[in-house]
């Protein structure tokens, strides 16, 4: 299991994508398709979240962890790619139970996430800014896994990259 994770618009979608589409045998699990299941009652991350928002990340978490171990079991590789930044991220890496697991920070400057905001389509910052969740991410996030600033990185040099040092992103 390769779990790929970072600030809003630090290349996560792309990258897992491209990475599982390497592998042989393999899948990508983006943990944002659990919080869009909520149809009515969804309560969304706030820099000051309400329990139930807590609540609906934690089950996203749950989620995505248990999806991607029952993945690995039936011999795939899984690509987790979610926003799990500051505490989360250790309680993240220990509800997964396989073995052979590693996790990649995605960590480009504060520009380039403003800079890849803007060529996106969605729009991920409505309640929070570039530069606060790179404060969470630099600040308040265990320094695990492989950490990787792909600033001046093309998605293709990323996974790149991430293949080399997979090694380094052992957890």
Known sequence: MIVITGAMAAGKSTVAELLARRLPRSVHIRGD????????????????????????????????AGTADRYAAAGFDAVVQDV???????????????????????????????WREEQRAKSGYV????GALDEVLRRETAQIGYWLDSSAQTPDETVDDILAHLDRAAV
């Open 33 to 64: 398709v659990f919080r869009k299941m909520v149809v009515n009652g969804r309560a969304d991350m706030t820099p000051q979240p309400d329990p139930e928002a807590t609540a609906q990340l934690q089950l996203r978490y749950e989620l995505a």
């Open 127 to 130: 309640h929070f800014s570039p």
């Open 84 to 114: 799990i930044i500051g505490t989360e991220l250790e309680h993240f890496v220990r509800r997964v139970t396989t073995p052979a697991r590693y996790l990649v920070v995605l960590s480009p400057s504060v520009s380039a996430l403003e």
